[in-house]
């Protein structure tokens, strides 16, 4: 058994997978760090099939990798499920070609997830991943929690690589005859991603050999500082701040007592939409008697003389009369706060300046239609019910939101992508369900 081997498997040890029957997903693009993700799971006994998106971005090598991947599936005795997005890949408004399929890939996957019922996803990011995001981060003048990285768990996406650096992977691929593709556009550095791959990283191993090494070291200490502030604050919160059904209030003088009080209001805010910057600004006025306020989105920051206090602004949505009505809540932001993760089924983020209209919930009605996200074209809410294979009780519950009559969000289940935000956008609403 090969040290490689032998480590993965210590590692999967670590994530304590539930005994059983368990099911579990890889999502294999048919490079090598999925190549070798796959063979290392094959080896570990672990039942899994594989999912492939072919985006179609590269013509025919598209269509070669998803055949590779179709071909290993095959080869391992996998079950493998593929997505044809090349339609949805023609229109991406609004957002980067990367980030599109990022969306489109993700999206997907959490529907897998609850087709199959799976226990976990498994990723192959790897340690130069982890490299090349710490520097992605640092340019964006991220603090410790971006820097500190991907974690190895979560949720129920699994990342068991990221110990592992490139040449190990490469070294067993062709000690044990593996067969992967090599993506062509790995070689443009017109991504930053790419850039740094290509042109930072080299330099700073001629300025130190053993610096990606350094690197990851500092990205552990990051990831264990973090944890420790993480506990710190959470226990400062709890022992200093009122919670409200729609906010919080805390005294301005327990804020001034700490070392940091920009840290500590940053932690407090950060998931409200508020940046680091604005946090600075809030902090540099706490001294101050008169009343003074900070808004960001729909959060209200208020400093008066005793207190600082944030307040959700809740813009109304009107319903049609039904006593068992739930409630949408729609939380402004100015820009998508830093690892939200992704959706969950019920809460959908949309673009404010798409909103022009009056918001309307309201049960769904036949021939409503809608332009799913992820998809191509435009698909009539029936036939979406009948692909999710949804009883007549549940069709007759689903409840829709609408703007001036177009269909915004199937609540939780699908938003329209005419609608949606995406992790890079501006002026963004976050829509939940009470």
């Known amino acids: 058994m090969s040290r490689l081997l032998q480590d993965f498997q210590l590692k999967l040890k670590d994530f304590n997978f539930p005994v059983g029957d368990t099911r579990f997903m890889l999502a294999l693009s048919g490079g090598l760090d999925s190549v070798v993700l796959l063979d290392l799971l094959s080896k570990s006994e672990i039942s899994a099939f594989v999912a492939h998106v072919n985006y179609g971005l590269r013509n025919k090598d598209s269509d070669k990798d998803e055949a590779l991947a179709r071909q290993l599936a095959e080869m391992y005795g996998w079950e493998i499920e593929v997505l044809d997005a090349k339609n949805s890949m023609l229109h991406h408004p ?65 990342r068991p690589l990221l110990d592992f650096t490139k040449e190990t992977l490469l070294e067993y691929a062709q000690a044990n005859k593996l067969t992967w593709r090599e993506d062509i556009s790995n070689q443009s550095d017109k991504y930053l991603r790419n850039a740094i791959r290509l042109n930072l990283l080299p330099e700073l191993k001629n300025v130190q050999a053993n610096f990606l090494q350094m690197v990851l070291e500092s990205v552990g200490r990051l990831k264990s500082e973090q944890s420790q502030l993480s506990s710190f604050t959470n226990a400062w919160i709890e022992t200093h701040v009122n919670q409200s059904e729609h906010g919080f209030t805390v005294l301005k003088t327990d804020l001034l007592n700490e070392a940091n009080p920009q840290l500590l209001i940053h932690e407090l805010l950060k998931k409200y939409g508020f940046s680091w910057r604005l946090c600075g600004c809030i902090a540099q006025n706490l001294t101050n008697t008169h009343t003074q306020h900070f808004q960001t989105g729909g959060y209200l920051v208020q400093l008066n003389r005793v207190y600082l206090s944030v307040n959700m602004m809740v813009t109304q949505v009107s319903t049609e009369e039904n006593a068992h009505q739930p409630e949408v809540i729609l939380n402004y932001f100015d820009e998508m706060p830093i690892d939200i993760g992704f959706a969950t089924k019920n809460e959908a983020w949309v673009m404010v300046d798409k909103i022009q209209g009056e918001l309307c919930l309201r049960k769904w009605q036949k021939g409503d239609f809608f332009w799913p996200s992820g998809m191509n074209g435009r698909k009539l809410l029936s036939d979406y019910f009948t692909d999710l294979k949804l009883l007549p009780k549940e069709r007759e519950e689903q409840w829709i939101l609408t703007c001036d009559k177009e269909v915004v969000w199937i609540v939780n289940r699908r938003i329209d992508r005419r609608f949606a935000a995406f992790q890079d956008s501006k002026n963004v609403i976050r829509l939940t369900i009470s």
């Open 94 to 158: 609004n957002e980067s070609l990367q980030m599109a399929a990022r969306r489109i890939r993700y999206d997907w996957f959490s529907e897998l997830e609850k087709k199959h019922h799976l226990h976990g996803i498994f990723l192959a990011h790897h340690a130069d991943d982890q490299i090349e995001t710490f520097f992605i981060k640092l340019l964006r003048g991220s603090g410790s929690e971006a820097l500190s990285g991907m974690s190895e768990q979560n949720g129920i996406y699994f």
